[in-house]
């Protein structure tokens, strides 16, 4: 509607807050064609990683992620001693190799040295009490602890929210007895379950043929089997109460009143809306993953020798402490910036992706 | 019987409608909470039914049950002559939509507005190529008066009034006859509420849809019906055509609700006399024993309590439940 101009305003009273159309000037045709210029029309998503590279923390966090990630890739192909053999010269054991500082060579390498005018790969972390190589040790403890944690986070992913959305969803009695399972399972002790499987598995079960499981032994299989059954509850109930307050918002029905079956629904409705949720308690799943790996092997329930893990290198570097702290601090240092930085990178999610949550 | 020869002339026939929700009271004991009891109305195909009431009458669960959102414990409900029922709902769900009340969580905020309107689609599977499915949406927005770039936008860039259009082009996707509007423009402001409800006349005319039209607001609920149902308590107390209902309403309950509907001249304010009910509505769980109306009204004789009184006819289709009046 064209607003009339020509009518005058009435008189301006004092501390009257009315406004005065003659100070408005029209908009010209360039500024209305500003006007139709939107802003690109952002996703929930894109909003969310903005916000994650703005926090410092995050950005730190990842980077640690990265630079150990590459680490692990990268070291064992490069480094030229292997995590579960006797650092060899000219093909002789050498023996005078053990529990050496690092970047510390040995006799034999020394002499090796001498005679040929090359230079040795060092012994970044020095070596352990059986002469291998401790910086190869670490990385290869590092590999077991993330793959451990990643694969025990994305099962307990994939369990916890396909349990928690069809408990949430369905409602009534069904939510009822599965929430009674969960409630049961929640109080089973778990460090208990994984030593009696443990004992079970190594009884029935042979995996030393299957190529990765196989190096990694059956307590890292009863260990991740543990977490697959027990350790999802905690997903599928935070999945549960989400899903509880989605369901009652109004498209839900609309969909409903359209004739969406109830997995569409699922779907394409609620499971997005609570994305952000799962995705943070994933990040946070890891680090506790890896921790609950690493205290295993510190009491000696993890990886078969002689694969290392960040727990049982600490366990044995325990003994030496007074002589050899190095053994002690790098495994430490590096349990420390994996869980540090997945915690940090759980945090910051949570603070881009649900800003209500933030406090 | 001439009942039968009606059948056909209505699209929705609803015929003692009940809805009732159990009610846990203690530990074992269930009561059911009669939120819709026996309610009977037809709409014609391309008019509309108004249907008023206050909060809580159960107005909105009347359309949610017509839409089988619920459950309904009793009655029938005939569609173009067709009963419903849980087998052929799907199917029917092509001809019936609704209209949510509030457009603000009647939107997926995940979803742009390309997808939301195309989800009947989807789900109905009306349409072969991709660009087909493209060109639906497109004639859609167009028709709801949305522009083609809002397309690949979220729901929350939206003003209420446009997530309202939005709302309404979803309901219109699979080309429905019959629309159950759940207050549709309560949640807007009085400006947009006009656009929105000229929007829902010009739709009715183009595309000859009937409306459910759900509202508490009798002017808006005037401005839009063919004809108006009243609601108190989960029945129909009065039912007759708009400018009829309006000029010489019967009920008592009608008679208060449209006493209270602001008269925007201040002479004309003053002269007219307000009716105000005195006392609660009662809880729907303990419903007062024959008519509803009688604790709160003024004609309430004995037989009020004994009985309920039927929709009877005064002449013009004008049915009141009443027993004085």
Redesign the interface.
Known sequence: MAQNYDIPAPKKRMWSLQLNPEKFERATDEEKRQADVMAESTTFFRDGMKRLRRNPLAVFAIWILIILIAIMIVAPIFVPYSYSEVITVEGVRDKSAASMAPFQYSKLEKAYMEKYNVRIFPHIMGTDELCRDYFIRVVYGMRVSFLVGVFASLMVLIIGTIYGAISGYCGGKVDLVMMRIVDIIYSLPDLLIIILLSVVFKETLDFSKVPVVGKLGTNMVSMLIVFGLLYWVGMARLVRGQILTIKENEYVLAAKSMGASGGRIIRKHILPNCLSVIIICTAQEIPSAIFTESYLSFIGLGVALPMPSLGSLANTARSGMQSYPWKLVFPAVAIILICLAFNLLGDALRDAFDPKLKG | MAEENKKSEYLVDVRGLKQYFPVKVGFFKTIPLKAVDGVSFQIRAGQTLGLVGESGCGKTTVG?SL?R?YEPTGGEFYFNGELVTDKN??QL??QM??V???PY????????VEDIIG??LD??HLYTTKQDRHDKIMHLMELVGLNA?HA???AH?FSGGQRQRI?IA?ALA?NPKFIVCDEPVSALDVSIQAQVINMFEELQEKLGVAYLFIAHDLLVVHHISDRIAVMYLGKIVEIADADELNASPIHPYTLSLLSAVPIPDPKRARESKRIILEGDVPSPLHMPSGCPFRTRCRYATEQCGKEMPPLTDRGNGHMVACWNK
């Not at chain 2, 969580?105 to 995940?110: I, K, V």
């Open positions: 949610r839409l959102l709902i799907h769900r092509r939509q609704m949510f009340q509030d969580s009647s939107l997926n905020p995940r979803m742009t989800e009947p789900i109905h770039e690949t936008r979220y860039e709302g979803r699979v």
